[in-house]
């Protein structure tokens, strides 16, 4: 007797959407052991974890903050995904838009302008293609994998803005701290209800939603992506150029990604600082994934994923557990994501030798 | 300039140990097509656990064990995955990377920035007193030698032996190694582990010889290098000693330039290996043919027996 996997036709739709669930199932049930084994009580510590976090309007501000990026990127990523272009870099492109809008909130912010903040929007999404634009010059003009380009420039974008904010951009009444100064009110976006950090920024996450639905559900282009990623070969035979859906991915997921890194720094942070990404390009994968690459879908992920993060926060303040515990968690609850997967795709029998 | 030149070579070969273990292990598992993207996640847990090992007062080469056991353990994670089940190995192995980051973090949390002694070297009589060759090459620790070792066994498995053809096969076209009644998913799993355990060996050597403390996500981005360097060195042994080398070199450069005088901002220094590996990939990869006659023809696909 042996086990085998039989490929199923077509999955049922409400297996696909039920699959996130079970892998959160499994992810939960998973942390049980790892809990007992920290002397913990499982039912308390998951009620800290998962409930506690939106027990406030605070707590809800926070949740919806941490979910905008999260989700902004991972549509961005879905598009390369289902085209079959991994763009791991999003960390990278994300750090090169803060950048990009920082100088400008810097240099423009005294001046009270009305034009900045869509200037700023501009200047994220543009670096953040600049940045995915390297990987993407290299995959179609030297043939090299998206994959570990992208990921290599996630270090060295970290690095500049090291220096950026060690040096040249510098808060020069800081102290001496790594961080620039703070950005004048209106580079900063407006808060969506006064005393919580939610700011009107989300709207722009919705609207990108909405845009990403049209693009990938509605339009030619959308298609030939998704095409190319699931049968390479009827793509290159329709005449669907490769070429063109490699620059597109990583495009679009750059301007995504940078946006999302205005966003950041135009919100919650109001500065740029050493460090301002705590993991969402990572982060972003999982979303995507759970999300099962729809713009729908990808919106309850980042909520999901926001709340791991939050959580990993209330475990870490109230139990003094590691907060790197969370990202076990998102690292697992992608493993079990992707078996469940499996199990959707295929039927298991047993067989006998 | 000898002053110098000493120091430099003996760090680039400390360097560029880490790479070995990683890419080795790496190497044998794409030979039989096989892509885990998880190897910065395995030399994390592997780290971790060897520095654990070592701080519960255990000796060095109990402590390296364990880490290579652990990475071959988390391996299995990505193996049930990727191999056993047929998922996405790009999206197995970037969940083995999330995971073995967190992880590692979440274990490692009590020692933070605790330290352990070092591995002692090895003075090889007579010959580590020869001027300049001896304490560069002869004047090292175990870890160093046993990664050269381990490099001339898997060229000599996998070009010399039968069972190193058959792993070669695999990576070529399971379909038809199948069909000759090899047992493929056995063997890949089996290179998985290979992979993991070089991986934990790797994370090893940085938390216990490297830089002998633990500190969290302590590897930079070495097991993106590795996977990097495999594909710079064509999938063959000894020029990814080679590569790795090259980047052993250059991560003790930047140690060096500052003494040198030049005034460069760190952070430019600090990125060489990162631009470096582009810069590698890119030169190796714009000749197509290259990689066509070296990539394992099934790398990264998945495969289901019984179709």
């Known amino acids: ?353 | 300039m000898q002053h110098l030149l000493i120091p430099m070579l003996t760090g680039t070969l400390v360097a560029a140990t880490p790479l070995i273990y990683a890419a080795m292990g790496e190497l044998v598992a794409e030979r039989s097509g096989v892509l885990n993207l998880g190897v910065e996640g395995m030399m994390l847990i592997g780290a971790v656990t060897a520095f654990a090992t070592a701080f519960a007062g255990y000796p060095a080469f109990v402590a390296a064990a364990a880490g290579a056991a652990a990475g071959a353990a988390s391996s299995l994670m990505f193996g049930v995955l990727a191999v056993g089940l047929a998922a996405n190995q790009y999206a197995a192995g970037l969940a083995l990377t999330i995971v073995g980051s967190g992880l590692s973090g979440f274990i490692g949390h009590r020692f933070d920035s605790s330290t352990v002694t070092s591995i002692t070297r090895i003075h090889v009589p007579v010959l580590a007193d020869l001027p300049f060759i001896g304490p560069v090459v002869f004047n090292q620790d175990p870890m160093v030698y046993l990664a050269l070792a381990l490099t001339a066994a898997v060229w000599w498995f996998l070009f010399r032996t039968k069972a190193g053809l058959v792993v070669r096969i695999i990576g070529e076209s399971p379909q038809s190694a199948l069909a000759i009644g090899y047992p493929v998913i056995r063997i890949r799993y089996l290179t998985t582990m290979f992979g993991g355990g070089m991986a934990g060996l790797g994370g090893a050597y940085l938390s216990l010889a490297y830089t002998p403390l633990w500190v969290e996500d302590m590897t930079a981005g070495r097991g993106w290098i590795a996977l990097a360097l495999v594909v710079f060195a064509a999938w063959r042994p000894w020029r990814l000693v080679m590569g790795a080398w090259l980047f052993g070199g250059m991560s003790v450069l930047q140690l060096f330039v500052q003494g040198f005088g030049l005034k460069v901002p760190s952070e430019m220094l600090s990125s060489l290996p990162y631009v470096a590996t582009i810069a590698v990939l890119v030169a190796i990869s714009r000749n197509p043919r290259v990689l066509r006659q070296n990539a394992p023809l099934s790398l990264a696909q998945p495969f289901l027996p019984d179709r």
């Open chain 1, 1 to 353: 007797m042996r086990i085998v996997l039989e490929p199923r036709a077509a999955p049922r739709r409400l297996m696909r959407v039920a699959a996130p669930l079970i892998a959160l199932l499994a992810t939960v049930l998973a942390s049980v052991p790892i809990l007992l084994a920290l002397g913990l009580n499982p039912l308390s510590t998951l009620k800290i974890f998962f409930v506690e976090p939106l027990n406030s309007p605070n707590g809800l501000s926070e949740w919806l903050l941490k979910a905008s990026p999260l989700v902004l990127i991972a549509l961005g990523l879905a598009v390369g995904f289902r085209a079959n272009v991994w763009n791991i870099g999003a960390e990278g492109m994300f750090t090169v838009g803060a950048i990009c809008a920082g100088w400008l909130a810097l240099h423009f912010g005294a001046g009270g302008h009305a034009w900045l903040l869509p200037a700023m929007m501009l200047a994220g999404a543009l670096g953040g293609m600049a940045w995915a634009a390297i990987p993407a010059f290299l995959r179609t003009c030297a043939n090299t994998s998206e994959i570990l380009v992208s990921l290599m420039l996630n270090y060295v974008a970290a690095l500049i803005l090291s220096y950026l904010v060690n040096g040249p951009m510098q808060d020069p009444e800081g102290l001496n701290y790594p961080q620039t100064s703070v950005f004048a009110p209106s580079a900063m976006f407006a808060p969506l209800i006064a005393g919580l950090r939610i700011n009107v920024s989300i709207w722009v996450t919705l609207g990108a939603v909405f845009a990403a639905w049209l693009f990938l559900e509605r339009s030619f282009v959308g298609f030939q992506m998704s095409v190319s990623g699931a049968a390479p070969g009827a793509a290159r035979y329709a005449g669907f150029r490769q070429g063109r859906m490699i620059w597109l991915s990583l495009l679009i997921s750059g301007a995504a990604a940078g946006v999302a890194g205005m966003m950041e720094a135009a919100g919650p942070l109001g500065q740029l600082t050493p460090v301002i990404s705590p993991g969402y390009g990572f982060a972003a994968i999982i979303v995507a994934f759970v999300g099962r690459l729809s713009p729908l879908g990808i919106l309850f992920g980042g909520l999901l994923l926001s709340l791991l993060y939050l959580g990993g926060e209330a475990v870490q303040m109230s139990l003094n557990v590691p907060a790197s515990l969370a990202r076990s968690f998102q690292g697992m609850l992608l493993f079990f994501l992707l078996a469940a997967d499996v199990l959707i795709w295929h039927r298991v029998r047993l067989k006998r030798a």
